[in-house]
């Protein structure tokens, strides 16, 4: 179907108010329309001192303000390297929270909000270790060290929270490879759990479902090394017995996302990389479907909108790099958004007010915002920001932050925001018509 969207500056003038009011009326009258009107991408705060976002910011809300890792200026204008900033959206500003290496880097990483406070890895002085922040307690702009686990960098990795204590995985010094530790917020030194596993440098993807801890891992007292790393858990303070793993013998799983009380993610099995799920119900792996015949299909960007997975992948030759969908039990193409052999390489992706929101390229124009309003419907462009027809740097690291979507576009390294209102609609218009197209497979047990 064809989308129209009517794009409004709401931050100025009355028109918005006018508009406004009309939208309460009609929502009123009909509250079950679904419609929804957009309004153009704007740069957050244009003479602030942000000059470049990180390629990864992180977002995080704290204190009622949005926080990211960037690089700019602190108050007195002078230069800083990549550290954490802040968004206060009452003000319409940002300024610098988190400095702790004058005009270099500290390049914070692992935010996350734990017993109300900002927790992040950072390595002010060539030593990765665990910080934290308080509005409070840095009135110098200065994190506060929680502690080393070992004299030399730990390389902390992985901040999650399981159990509600922050787990993270850090060397203690007696190894080359990272371990598991909980901490509560109060006593340091963290504990240590104890176990035969090892974790990579990076990429564990540690991921909470139900009572347990899932992660990438393997097992050294088996003779395992990090090639060999597949699925495992944590229960309490006790790791699973073995790996998880179907007949494929998949190795090196990534992108772990809880999916239908089920853990989906990919790895690279006997047919290349695909979508894999394991069932904790049934302890059981099995690969969902191969979508690419001569070669791995290397999923991405796996995120759940209303009752479907969707991610990224390719069938090698045929449409390329498209948008799918995972219901459960079968997979499918949504759309070849560019059509033909080259690929939209949509990402990014992102639930926001009832839509899918991601970048992708079409051809006409380069990798822009879009959007897809319902499973069922069609891909539309939402906001062409950048001229030109390149796939290049489009839109990336969306996060829905107080209302808005807030996102940095690639091609400036800025952050921008835009809201979506309710707009009126007929109650009378047709459903849009079932998905009739190809259903690729269903679930193939391994």
Known sequence: MNLTFARMNSRVGKGFFVNLLGVLLVTALHPSAPALASETPEL????????????????????NKLFFVASGKDSANDDTGFE???????????????????????????????????????????????????PAESPNLAGSPVGEIQAGSSNVQGLVIYNEELHLFANDGT?????????????????KISGTLSFPSQNIFPTVLGDELYFRAWNDSSGETASDASVWSLTGTTFSTSKYQSADGEL???????????????????????????????????????INTSGGSLPTDFTTFEDELFFSATDGSTTGRELYSFDGTNVRLVEDIYAGA?????????????????AAADGSVGKEMRILDAPDSDVALFADLNAGT???????NLFVFDGELYFVNGVDDQLYSFARVPTPTSTSTPAPPPYTGPIISGTEQG
């Open 390 to 396: 390149g796939i290049g740097e489009g839109p990336e």
């Open 44 to 63: 957050v705060d244009s003479d602030g001192p942000v000059t470049a976002m990180f390629s990864s910011p992180e977002f995080v809300e704290f204190d």
């Open 342 to 358: 080259d690929s939209s390489s949509p990402s990014s992706m992102t639930v926001y007010n009832g839509a899918l929101f991601f």
């Open 84 to 134: 954490i900033f802040k968004f206060d959206k009452s003000s319409g500003e940002i300024s610098l929270a988190v400095n702790m290496n004058g005009t270099g880097s500290s390049f914070p990483s692992e935010l996350i909000v734990f017993n109300d406070t900002l927790y992040f890895a950072a390595k002010p002085n060539d030593e990765f270790e665990l910080y934290k922040y308080l």
């Open 175 to 191: 190894g080359n490879d990272l371990e598991l530790y909980s901490y509560n917020g109060t006593v340091w030194p963290p504990t």
């Open 252 to 290: 090196t799983p990534g992108d772990l996302t809880v999916f239908k009380d089920s853990l989906v993610y990919e790895a690279n099995g006997s047919v290349g990389t695909e979508v894999y799920v394991f069932d904790p119900s049934a302890s059981a792996v099995s690969r969902v479907t191969n």
